[in-house]
């Protein structure tokens, strides 16, 4: 008995010994670590790697950037069951202990000593927390320590429900996806508070080991490890029977879900991505920046489907150019082996690949894949002759299988009808590109058929020739130089024997007729190539490349010769609009943009658009663009405009946007008269060989250009002229973008008077002048009878004897 007491002696003086030792052990480790701890404050101000998100005005995501896929969420947005999922499974005590749980260290200790691994790590929530902040992965007993320590100085700085929040927006859950909403969207496309318990309990799973347990690699695995999280809620009540066997029943519907854009607008995407890294290096990707463009969602769905239809109908006009590939087995293959080859061809824009599987006398049966078959009936076929050249086509096909065999592979798109129609995937190329002439705020923009076959933005890259479309400008500068609408010039053949062309030059009209005396106003609505040369050569070319600099033009990329009046330069769908917005605007200078504002992670608004804006009214107060007013929406006083500056007159402005709706209502671009408005101007433009196809067109609210042609520049084919091929894209485009719009046409600016005048000869008509027509003028001209005749010069009208009409 005397031993025995002993005996508890020495060990309680040991256990004594040995806890004071310990004490000192780790008082000696504190103050070894302790120094080179971080600082645990950052953790109040976190920001997280967010990807770059580029969106619509209205906040409507184009497009998104970055290598990690996250969208931080604030505690009070995660649902209770997540959290208790979450604790449930990974920590149970989190809302008792101090950081550190000791009985889970115990119990790592125990399989430590008793099995010599270091499976179970005991780590609470917090110290996960610390690890995936500031500690690497590796497991070793320094960072074991560290990780304790910082867990401590954690929880002495942040409430519980901030370090949950950290640990929930912080933790990979597979798939590129960080964060709990990230996986919601990655793997159910959900919100967070739409996850159902089951669907909640697989993602609180998965970061365990977010490959082992992924549902889209392992559904059966992932099955077991959520099941043993709503195991876990159910053995501490946070869940009933009946809720829980309701869960477990539930199957595994998890899916890979890529954050899909509501709106297509890649280039605009694209566009936006290179400004931020020019802004803000590789940074961009991962700050969290959000870029709010200028595009209008319904503008931009429009302005997609606008190019698109009107690169079919080009196709379609030259024919059908065979399947994809054919394969002679499909009748003896499986349908698992049918989508195998399938596979192999990818989607172009609305273009999806199909394989013929059988052929009845007009209509043709579609295999998609194993879920889905389709058919083409004789309507969505017919027009497909067969493609010999592009001025050529084959017969005009009889049956369907005079288009198509038994193991074609094609390419098909949906019709609005929600049928499905022949399709192929066009070689010629186009562009849309709209803005507000007020501003210059881009509204839609496409710069080809798709982006993830061409990167290439033919808006903003393509330099081409703008031929007729670039005449108003022409035009513009002899109303600037004296001329007038009424003004005649003559119609007739002309040589050009210039030293400094190899060959003389013989320029015509489209129509290769000659028409005599013509006034300005008809020239331009018939889009007469003689009477633009004569005008130009009149102006003068080094006059009219001085004017030309007021809509923006950089004078230097274009000729200086005679061509210059038929667009023999070069320009980008951008410059163009931005040139004729100054006609659509009365008279000013705008700057394209479609960047509106940028926000950081935190949403705070780091840059805003500026741009200068017409105010017309601001010519007569001046002091109005220093306090315009109240905004009516917000009731915010309106920050002082930045206007544009007048770079022509609004009378010259005014004239030309009269001539160009003439050429709208009775002209090459009466195609437009669709639309059933009367506040339309607009051009066509046809290039040589009809290489390149043009429309511009506008009211004084909204203007869009469309263009049509190869990248490689070659004829598009016979009558493939601007009316033909790029008017039917802009047309479809406004018909949209107008609907239900009010008309908008300019305003009459003072010093504008209107006159009579006889329609075959250009001069002042008398009362009884049978063939009259009523023209606009500047005020300060009066037209005037007598004629002064040079074929190559303006024709003089002497004072009549009436007074003009107002």
Request: aromatic share 10%; proline share 6%.
């Amino acid at each position: 008995m005397k031993k025995f007491k002993q005996l508890v002696k020495i060990g309680f003086k040991s256990l004594l010994l040995l806890s004071f030792l310990g004490s000192l052990a780790i008082a000696g480790v504190y103050f070894y670590l302790a120094p080179d701890l971080p600082s645990t404050a950052v953790l109040k101000d976190v920001r997280f790697q967010v990807p770059l998100r580029i969106y619509t005005e209205e906040g409507v995501l184009l497009g998104e950037f970055g290598e990690k896929k996250r969208q931080p969420v604030r505690f009070e947005d995660i649902p209770e069951q997540m959290v208790k999922a979450l604790t449930s499974s990974e920590d149970s005590r989190f809302f008792e202990h101090p950081g550190v749980d000791y009985q889970g260290l115990m119990r790592a200790a125990w399989v430590l000593l008793t099995t010599g691994e270091k499976a179970q790590g005991g780590s609470t929530i917090t110290m996960q927390v610390a690890r995936n902040f500031f500690l690497s992965r590796k497991k070793t007993y320094t960072r074991k320590i560290t990780e304790i320590l910082l867990a401590l100085k954690i929880e002495q700085e942040l409430t519980k429900n901030e370090i949950l929040e950290l640990y929930l927006n912080k933790i990979y859950f597979g798939n590129r996806a960080y964060g709990v909403a990230s996986a919601a969207q990655v793997y159910y496309d959900k919100k967070l508070e739409t996850l159902s318990l089951a669907e909640i309990a697989m993602i609180v799973g998965l970061p365990k080991a977010p490959s082992t347990y992924n549902p889209i690699a392992n559904a059966e695995r992932a099955l077991l490890r959520r099941n043993y999280v709503l195991g876990r809620m159910h053995t501490l009540a946070y869940i009933n029977d009946e809720t829980y066997e309701q869960a477990i029943a539930e199957p595994v519907t998890a899916k890979l879900h890529r954050q899909t854009t509501k709106i297509v607008a890649p280039y605009v995407a694209e566009m936006a991505r290179k400004h931020m890294i020019k802004l803000y290096g590789d940074d961009a990707y991962s700050a969290g920046y959000k870029v709010i463009t200028t595009i209008k969602k319904p503008l931009q769905k429009a302005a997609n489907q606008a190019l698109q239809q009107a690169l079919f109908d080009y196709d379609e006009r030259h024919g059908y150019r065979g399947p994809i590939q054919h394969l002679d087995w499909v009748g003896n293959a499986s349908p698992q082996e049918w989508q195998k080859y399938l596979t192999k061809v990818t989607s172009i824009g609305p273009l999806k690949p199909a394989l013929v599987i059988a052929m009845e006398e007009q209509r043709a049966h579609l295999f998609f894949n194993e879920e889905k078959n389709g058919v083409i009936n004789w309507s969505n076929m017919k027009w497909a002759r067969t493609y010999l050249s592009d001025n050529r086509r084959g017969p005009t096909p009889k049956t369907a299988s005079d288009i198509l065999k038994i193991g074609d592979i094609v390419m098909v798109t949906q019709t609005a009808k929600d049928e499905w129609r022949l399709a192929q995937a066009p070689t010629v190329s186009g562009a849309l590109i709209s803005l507000s002439p007020k501003d210059g705020a881009i509204r839609a923009l496409v710069g080809g058929f798709s982006f993830y076959q061409s990167k290439y933005n033919r808006v903003t890259q393509a330099k081409r020739q703008p031929g007729s479309s670039f005449k108003p400008f022409i035009y513009s500068a002899a109303l600037n130089s004296g001329f007038t609408a009424a003004s005649l010039i003559n119609d007739a053949p002309v040589v050009f024997d210039d030293p400094g062309i190899e060959a003389a030059w013989r320029p015509e009209n489209y129509s290769g007729k000659f028409f005599g005396p013509t006034r300005l106003r008809e020239a331009l609505t018939r889009s007469r190539n003689l009477v633009s040369i004569r005008l130009l050569r009149s102006v003068g070319v080094k006059t009219a490349l001085k004017y030309i600099e007021n809509f923006g033009f950089d004078t230097a990329q274009l000729p200086r010769d005679l061509s210059l009046s038929l667009g023999s330069g070069v320009v980008t769908p951008l410059e163009l609009a931005r040139g004729h917005a100054t006609f659509a605007n009365g008279g000013f200078a705008i700057q394209p943009y479609f960047i509106k504002r940028i926000e950081d992670a935190r949403g705070e608004v780091i840059f805003t658009a500026n741009p200068p804006v017409v105010c017309p009214l601001c010519e007569v107060t001046p002091a109005l663009h220093v306090n315009p007013g109240i905004d009516e929406e917000t009731l915010d006083p309106i920050p002082e405009l930045n206007l544009a500056p007048r770079t022509i007159s609004a009378q010259n402005a005014y004239i030309i946007y009269s001539m160009m709706k003439d050429v709208v209502k009775r002209g090459t671009g009466r195609r437009a008269l669709k639309l059933g408005r009367q506040d339309i101007a607009g051009k066509t433009g046809t290039t040589n060989d009809q290489q390149d196809a043009w429309f511009v067109g506008f009211n004084s609210k909204l203007l869009a250009i469309s263009w049509v042609g190869f990248d490689d520049p070659r004829p598009l084919g016979n009558r493939e002229t601007g009316g033909r091929a790029a008017l039917p894209m802009w047309l479809y485009y406004m018909e949209k973008a107008l609907n239900g719009v009010p008309e908008s046409s300019p305003e009459q600016p003072p010093d504008i008077i209107t006159v009579r005048i006889d329609r075959k000869t250009g001069l002042r008509a008398h009362s009884n002048t049978p063939d009259a027509m009523f023209e606009v003028f500047r005020g300060s001209y009066i037209p005037k009878r007598g004629l002064k005749a040079d074929d190559s010069q303006q024709i003089d009208i002497t004072t009549p004897d009436t007074e003009p009409l107002f």
